[in-house]
């Protein structure tokens, strides 16, 4: 049992209640919950998720000694019950080892190729354009639910070649389900760490699978169709599963890739290039309708830049400092990987004195460096200057929103382009406010990844 004591050098912690651990104290905002108790116990903190042993990291110099310098021993997912349905350990979230390797690399190397595909390019420039007029006929709307319909709609055209209309009211059924992923992941952990829980929710894990199926049915599917169309032209591209497939065939190791995996690593691939970008942007227009002043220096700066086009592309990012500061700042201040994908420690490691016993579950508290007021001026305030600003001293591992080392997050250089393009192109269209003019809460609610509360937001086109 993880949760025996015979280890006396452990980072401190709140002392465990039997059965629950420290789940009491997390049960409502964790990811402040254990900011608050960072600050107590330190940047290394031992707490017990059920009986699940957890060692949080909250500072820099920790991150880098545990997640760099013995990187080896803390790259692998630390697996509970969750993400083995996700999983069986043939996806690339939470598979680890030699078949996460092999996988990560074809999936990097298809990445990169993918950034200079023009055919892409322009698919996504096409797609925010749709997603910008969207708001025409809809002028006050939750934007989440447009920004979600947008990220799916580019990871679907990225890997199928696949999209749904923003007016149809019966969304596709993808989008509908990766909902419902999400949903059943969030509720996931604390299935997992109490695992008693499945007695009182026998539906819930049922429900998990059959929505996980929906997707891995239409990956499927798509996975036959592109194979049949590369075998009788391997030249013809179309979108990301053509340059996975034509990787994968080039390895020299084809048989390694079998459509269990195939399927499992393009519904992850959904599911995580989804939610988390399309709940950025949604931060982003909440920032903006907040900060009135960063909204009208943004949208001069991204007028300025465009000339006389109508859209903005990828090419005029160069031209925009100050908007690029607000996406830095944004994925800062509302980091949706709060507390990152946990990791696993394969072996004892060693934490600013103390010991990490092998199989703890390892925790980056990226949402706590990111709001540390030693570390940050005023950090609870959306600043985008700071990123200008030569006064800002900061060490690499204070700012961690996509993860770090090996391990970080494939889909990073993605998730900015779209929301340059997609929070860009509504500056440029559109005033933003909130329905009834007043600032929005700025506090977020965190399930499988930190969004904002529910809001309307008011749309008025601009006049150009
Ligand atoms: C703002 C948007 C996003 C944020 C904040 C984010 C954040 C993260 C974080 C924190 C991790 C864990 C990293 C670690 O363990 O060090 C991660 C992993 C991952 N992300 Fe993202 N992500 C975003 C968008 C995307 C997109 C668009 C895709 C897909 C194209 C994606 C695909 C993945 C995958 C596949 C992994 C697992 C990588 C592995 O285990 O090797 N993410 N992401």
Redesign the pocket.
Known sequence: QQQSREYVNLPPGPTPLPLLGNLLSLVKDSHISISKLAKKYGGAMTLYLGNVRTIVISDPNLIKQV?VNQSQDSTN?FILETAKIIGNGKN???SNGDY?KQY?LV?SRSFMRLKTHSIMTDKINKEAEYFSNSFKSNPIIDPAHFCKIF?SNV?ME?LFNDRSKYSNTETHKIIEAIKNVEHGLAVGSSFDALPFLKLFFPNARKDLIKTLEDVWEYSKESIVNHQNSLAKDENQINDFLDLLLTEIKGSGNESFYDMEGLYRVCS??LI??TE??A??MTWLILYMINNKDIQMKARKELQDAMGDKKYLTMEDKSKTPFFNACIKEV?RIA???AL??P?EATADLEVGGYLIPKDSQLI?N?YGLATNAELWSDPLIFNPNRWLSEDQEMSNYQY?????????????S???D??FLGVGNLLLNYEIDSENGKPLTEKGNFGIALCSQPYQAKFTPLVI
């Open positions: 997640f997912r690339i979230l939470f996460w990560r999936l990220t990871m990225m992850d691939l995580s290039g988390t970008s709940s950025t994925l980091p949706v990987g990152s994908l990791r980056m990226v961690i929103p996509f993860g770090i080392g090996s391990r970080a997050c494939i889909g990073s993605l998730a900015k779209e929301i």
